[in-house]
């Protein structure tokens, strides 16, 4: 079985761990170091959360932890439930199940997420992003409003990025962009204040167009542990599919660059556990 690795939050259960009976010696920070490190021997972790117990139950800690794979969360189950792991007591793990089928829309990590996940699948030499076009729409406004005695003294920065996101060893170039808005008041701020808002909506809009590439892109885990790339700008995410039906959609083909004219909105990179139902499985 080849597993695919989208670009996305993990929200699927099969990549989420629910571990407890964790002590309640070390504080929560404490468990958190703990967990990362156990856990992440096993693949790259999304997040990880720790939690008390319910005032019901006995003093303690329980823990969410995401990983991207959900290859590497079956490993992590198998090899760390009823173990000791790093604290006296053995801890019990369990992949997530949900109370009801709840189907969710995929979100998009940010960039910062994108170059780490990046960097563990391609390496850090293993792709890189070149910046085409990084324009100033901002002044475009002011030009369309010089004739008119209405006085504007709430504006708006705007800039658009164009880069593309490459990946050498796969032959593929994925193209993304980017908008940001910000509102100013030059009078209000002043001259360094505005001037660090325009670096900042610059670097923002950098960050939406290389999220925006990379989620055209997705990671293709073969079972022999080797990596290939797909290119599918539009189509949904599958989370698994065989060798055999990724015969053909391996095959990465980058289409050349196109108009866009619509803003893609960035979703946040994390959510808060309310949003997800989870329950304990029973113990055998």
Known sequence: ???????????????????????????????????????????????????????????????????????????????????????????????????????????????????????????????????IKLQELSDLEERENEDSMVPLPKQSLKFFCALEVMLPAYDCRSPGVGLVEEPVDKVEEGPLSFLMKRKTAQKLAIQKALSDAFQKLLIVVLESGKIAVEYRPSEDIIDVRCEEELHGLIQVHCSPWKQYGQEEEEYLSDFSLEEEEFRLPELD
């Open 1 to 131: 079985m080849a597993e695919l690795v989208p670009f996305a939050v993990p929200i699927e259960s099969d990549k989420t761990l629910l571990v407890w009976e964790l002590s309640s010696g070390p504080t929560a920070e404490a468990l958190h170091h703990s967990l990362f490190t156990a856990f992440s021997k096993f693949g790259l972790l999304y997040s990880v959360r720790v939690f008390p117990n319910a005032a019901v139950a006995h003093p303690g800690f329980y823990a969410v932890i995401k990983f991207y794979s959900a290859r590497a969360a079956r490993r992590a189950q198998k090899a760390c439930d009823r173990k000791q792991l790093f604290q006296k007591s053995p801890v019990k793990v369990r992949l997530g199940t949900r109370h009801k089928a709840v189907q969710h829309q995929a979100l998009a990590l940010n960039s910062s997420r994108c170059q780490e996940l990046a960097n563990y699948y391609f390496g850090f030499n293993g792709w890189s992003k070149r910046i």
